[in-house]
């Protein structure tokens, strides 16, 4: 699968901004999906996971409560919708996917086998 997130850009603190990942192929539901981010000079962090049915989520402490994953498996597209936005939110978004299993999340980066570029979100205070 191949995937693309767009979305990002510039969105003054307390703000919103939606992210999407789209993806090729028409295998879509077959797949666990997840948000990841990286600041700069910071290291690639988990923040988001839906399962591949939709039906469970899983967030990091905190973006609880502010940012809402969900996915469109009809339209290839997960979404992020990121509300009441702080400096510390702004990175480069990235969405990953991994072929439904076991496991449907893990916070680690390496279980996911799919990513996108990445979309970049700054936020000003």
């Known amino acids: 699968v191949q995937l693309q997130a767009f979305g990002g850009g510039l969105v003054q603190a307390g703000g919103s901004v939606r992210l999407s990942c789209a993806a090729s192929?028409?295998?879509?539901?077959?797949?666990?999906m997840g948000w990841f981010r990286q600041a700069p000079g910071k290291e690639r962090e988990f923040v988001a996971a839906?399962?591949?049915?939709?039906?469970?989520?899983y967030y990091t402490d905190s973006v609880k409560g502010r940012f809402t994953i969900s996915r469109a498996n009809s339209k290839n597209t997960v979404y992020l919708q990121m509300s009441s936005l702080k400096p510390e939110d702004a990175a480069v978004y990235y969405c990953?996917?991994?072929?439904?299993?076991?496991?449907?999340?893990?916070?680690?980066?390496?279980?996911?086998?799919?990513w996108g570029q990445g979309t970049l979100v700054t936020v000003s205070s």
């Open positions: 990953a996917a991994v072929v439904k299993g076991a496991s449907w999340y893990r916070t680690s980066e390496d279980f996911y086998k799919y």
């Open positions: 192929g028409r295998t879509f539901s077959s797949y666990n």
């Open positions: 839906i399962s591949w049915s939709g039906g469970m989520t």
